[in-house]
């Protein structure tokens, strides 16, 4: 428990301590192994009988400083950081479930993840069943008795469509189930899903933890039980962070409360302002009065996140021609950073879908989406708008 009560706080002043040189800023500590004082600390070391660094793989210094900050946020017992996202969405599962379980899952997910329920598991005999994140009495009926967790992101990825974190947590405990939830697109500075019961938390650090677009991490946060399984695993299987990452990505989490400030602003202007667009089929964005569940992102979400979708008119094509269009916009697969991105989804980050089930999640050849970053608000509606009239 950190002694210091507030967020901005603890992301800022929970550090490694001191070595003899006094140094201010934590140092980066690229050593692959730690030596033992002497052969019966290695050996207590190795029996899991004393705490301590033993080998990279293992722990380190910089990573052990990543979590710390990120479990005091999330309020989780512990955690484990991973090489990328997609390594701890992979080991929170993997680490967990057996040949024979069943996983009940929301529909709208990352294709990556969706990759794994369809293509990997089912080499092992683990079965899933994706349920429809805006029908709450199709969850229940989907859960068989083999069903051994729920995993779900919120707000989901890319089609910003929310779940009801308490209900679901309810429905886990009712149960018996490990809840598994995806909080990489709102932080933990807007929700901690801990609160709502949730067993474990998944990051994408890559994303707005670290913010700048420099690095790829990932993290697994939650119960202490479920945590020490997940921990064997990575340990065993190597998907570990590196100790240069691990520090940049605690330093990252330093302004995380203000930069989470910064592009929830941005983008909640720009989805007010295009809101009604004539290019535009739709605008959907959490705080959105307009957006079908406004009255649960409000409840759950201390604001409406960085991310905003558009449909433009036209479709496919169309769409094609505004990414041309723009000027200062980047146009990548990622999300998260201080510059602003847009993202085709269709031909990107869920192309591997079939058509049907990216119409399932709302995902349609037209649909944009913009990761909105930290320049002035007005310089990133003017990119936006220019590309809209010049894609016509």
Known sequence: MSEFKHIETQAIRT??????????????Y?????????????????????????????S??????????????EETADGVPTASGMAAMFSSMAALLESGDHVLSSRSIFGSTHQIFTQIFPKWGIEHTYADINNPSDW??????????????????????????EWLG????????????????????????????AHLITHSATKFIDGQGRTIGGAILGRQDLIDKVRFF???????????????????????????????????????YLEGHEELESVKYPFLKSHPQYELAKKQMKYGGGLITFIVKGGLERGKRFLNSLNMLSFTANLGDSRTIATHPTSTTHSKLSEEDRQAVGISPGLIRISVGLE????????????LNASK
């Open 376 to 387: 002035n608000v007005n310089d990133i509606l003017e990119d936006i708008v220019n590309a």
């Open 140 to 165: 229940e009926a989907k859960i068989k008795p083999n069903t051994k967790m729920i995993f779900a992101e919120t707000p989901s990825n890319p089609g910003l469509d929310l779940i009801d974190l």
């Open 234 to 272: 990575i340990r065993h299987t190597g998907p570990s962070l590196s100790p240069f990452n691990g520090w940049l990505l605690s330093k990252s989490l330093e302004t995380l409360p203000l930069r989470m400030s910064k592009h929830c602003e941005n983008a909640k202007k720009i989805a007010e």
């Open 15 to 28: 550090q490694n301590g001191k070595a003899s040189y006094r140094e201010h800023s934590a140092p980066i």
């Open 30 to 58: 690229m050593t692959s192994s730690f030596t033992f004082e002497d052969a019966e600390q290695a050996r207590a070391l190795f029996a899991d009988e004393i705490d301590g660094n033993i080998y990279t793989r293992f």
């Open 60 to 73: 380190n210094p910089n990573n052990s400083e990543f979590i710390e900050k990120l479990c005091l946020l």
């Open 170 to 197: 309810q429905l886990a405990e009712k149960h018996g189930l490990i809840l598994n939830i995806d909080n990489c697109f709102a932080t933990p500075i807007l929700q901690q899903p801990s609160k709502f019961g």
